[in-house]
């Protein structure tokens, strides 16, 4: 018990040097991780302890210090790679914002005119087609305007325009649908289409999950940066 006791006083001699306190301070915040300070004075505990008759290794003493240095350089990376995405995310805001006023093109069936009172767009084939048509409809009514035939197009991206557009859609305030129509001349008949328009932007957000710069667009609402296609003065 005498054996006990001894060994207990000369451990708690030995913790009090090294600064660590064997009490529980009620007001105290528990502590959930080991920091730089706490290892070395553990590992200067360890090396002041040791058997002499049996020393640590050195392989040894160098593995735990490996060690030790690798999870923190863990953790320092992790921080350090969280303040970077930060940095990204501000810098997508900073750079979505020299889209205001202007045009982006993304994905969409209604437009309205541009500043020239026309309408241009492209649409995207996933293979070459026979017959390729495109009917501008009031968004509104419904009435069709205008039928734009552009014969049998290659696979890939292929732009168009309507530059007659009658004079109560020129200056934009009234929208129009587009419809296109696609042959392929696979024996499946004729298929719908969306097409990618030209939309203004009239606004920047970021999101708060992935921090990529959104941007608020006429008659879409918010979309990411991403999805655009082309930007136009």
């Given at each position: ?55 640590m ?20 990376m ?15 805001v ?57 014969g ?80 136009r003065?």
């Amino acid at each position: 018990m005498d054996v006990d006791n001894k060994s207990l006083a000369a451990q708690n001699a030995l913790l009090s040097k090294l600064g660590i306190s064997t009490t529980q301070d009620k007001n105290a915040v528990p502590k959930e991780e080991l920091g730089q300070t706490d290892f070395l004075k553990l590992m200067t505990a360890q090396l002041q302890n040791q058997d002499p008759f049996a020393p640590m290794d050195n392989g040894d003493f160098i593995a735990q210090m490996a060690q030790f240095s690798s999870v923190a350089g863990i953790s320092k990376m992790s921080e350090t790679m969280s303040g970077i995405a930060d940095q990204m995310g501000q810098f997508r805001v900073a750079s979505s914002v020299n889209y205001l006023g202007h045009s982006v093109m993304i994905p969409g069936n209604l437009a309205r005119a541009d500043d020239n009172g026309e309408i241009h767009g492209a649409i995207e084939l996933e293979r070459a087609s026979v017959d390729t048509r495109i009917e501008f409809l009031d968004a509104a009514t419904g009435e069709s305007l205008h039928t734009l035939d552009m014969g049998g197009r290659a696979s890939g991206l292929s732009g168009f325009a309507w530059t007659e557009v009658p004079e109560q859609y020129r200056d934009g305030s009234r929208r129009v649908r587009l419809d296109v129509l696609v042959n392929y001349g696979d024996g499946e008949g004729v298929q719908s289409l969306t097409p990618n328009v030209y939309a203004q932007v009239i606004g920047t957000a970021k999101t708060a999950t992935n921090g990529d710069g959104m941007l608020e667009t006429e008659d879409y609402g918010d979309v990411s940066a991403a999805e655009v296609l082309r930007f136009r003065l």
